[in-house]
Nanobody, 118 residues
């Protein structure tokens, strides 16, 4: 069955870095654009970054530009989000998302919690 398993979340101090990973299985990874969304306490889920099926296009929320980098490895069926210069407002549950490039079918991971606090 389809699985998206996130890892790499945790507690980090402001200004620190974290690297989130998402391992995908159960579908043809290269048919799907991948992305990261997040949901902070009391807020709606929001887009953080996306990457196209073959990694040639990326898109970032304004809040992530210049600090986060999304990448993927189609040989390994994985996507990562390198997060640098983290701020307390980056505290959220981060979700890995797969979206079929043509049909729009979407799969979500279970989320990994990131807490930025001193």
């Amino acid at each position: 069955q389809v699985q998206l398993v996130e890892s790499g979340g945790g507690l980090v101090q402001p200004g620190g870095s974290l690297r989130l990973s998402c391992a995908a299985s159960g579908f043809t990874f290269s048919d799907y654009g991948m992305g990261w969304y997040r949901q902070a306490p009391g807020k709606e889920r929001e887009l953080v970054a996306t990457i196209s099926a073959f990694g040639d296009y990326t898109n970032y929320a304004d809040s992530a530009k210049g600090r986060f980098i999304i990448s993927r490895d189609n040989a390994d069926n994985s996507v990562t989000l390198q997060m640098n210069t983290l701020k307390p407002e980056d505290t959220a549950v981060y979700y890995c998302v797969a979206t079929h490039w043509k049909f729009g079918t979407r799969y979500w991971g279970q989320g990994t919690r990131v807490t930025v606090s001193s």
